[in-house]
């Protein structure tokens, strides 16, 4: 998984379980993030940059500061599943994650806590690839392995 910051790094998530912060101008690697216990599969960035999220096979969410590379508090066991897709609202303080237990969710971060918002959306039949919110951040798509799109 890969995802660009907004001020000329990137973030990669892998099956060594690790995120690497990389400086685009010299391709090095700034910090090894660790916190995973079973293979990266998803990214997302905040539009300000702040925020960091990374879901893996075991259905754990992290999020990272954005700034520093270091974990926000504790992991999430957010879903039954492998997380295969995670996006950012528009203003930062909300995100969706789709997930290979066919649920999609939405959380919500008050003073740097993240928590579940509402129940999870169910109507997949297999595994959740892709989500996307829209800007306004009242809408989200979903995609997934039964050919069909959502919208929630």
């Known amino acids: 998984a890969v995802a660009a910051l907004p001020d000329e790094r990137m973030v990669t998530g892998s099956y060594d379980r690790m995120l690497r912060l990389w400086d685009l101008k010299t391709g090095l690697v700034l910090r090894k993030?660790?916190?995973h216990r079973s293979r990266v599969r998803a990214l997302a960035i905040?539009?300000?940059?702040?925020?960091?999220?990374s879901?893996?096979?075991?259905?754990?969410?992290?999020?990272?500061?954005g700034k520093t590379g270091e974990p926000l508090?504790?992991?999430?066991?957010?879903?039954?599943?492998?997380?295969?897709?995670?996006d950012f609202s528009s203003d930062s303080r909300a995100l969706a994650s789709g997930s290979s237990d066919t649920t999609?969710?939405?959380w919500t971060c008050q003073t740097?806590?993240?928590?579940q918002f509402g129940d999870p959306w169910k109507g997949h039949f297999k595994s959740i690839h892709?989500?996307?919110?829209?800007?306004s951040g009242t809408?989200?798509?979903?995609?997934s392995h039964d050919n069909r799109v959502r919208l929630w």
């Open 33 to 35: 993030m660790e916190g």
């Open 46 to 53: 905040s539009s300000n940059g702040n925020w960091i999220a």
């Open 55 to 65: 879901g893996d096979e075991s259905g754990v969410l992290i999020i990272w500061h």
């Open 73 to 86: 508090k504790q992991a999430i066991k957010a879903h039954d599943g492998w997380i295969f897709s995670l």
């Open 104 to 106: 999609t969710k939405l």
């Open 112 to 115: 740097s806590t993240w928590k």
């Open 130 to 135: 892709t989500i996307s919110l829209n800007s």
């Open 139 to 143: 809408l989200l798509a979903s995609a």
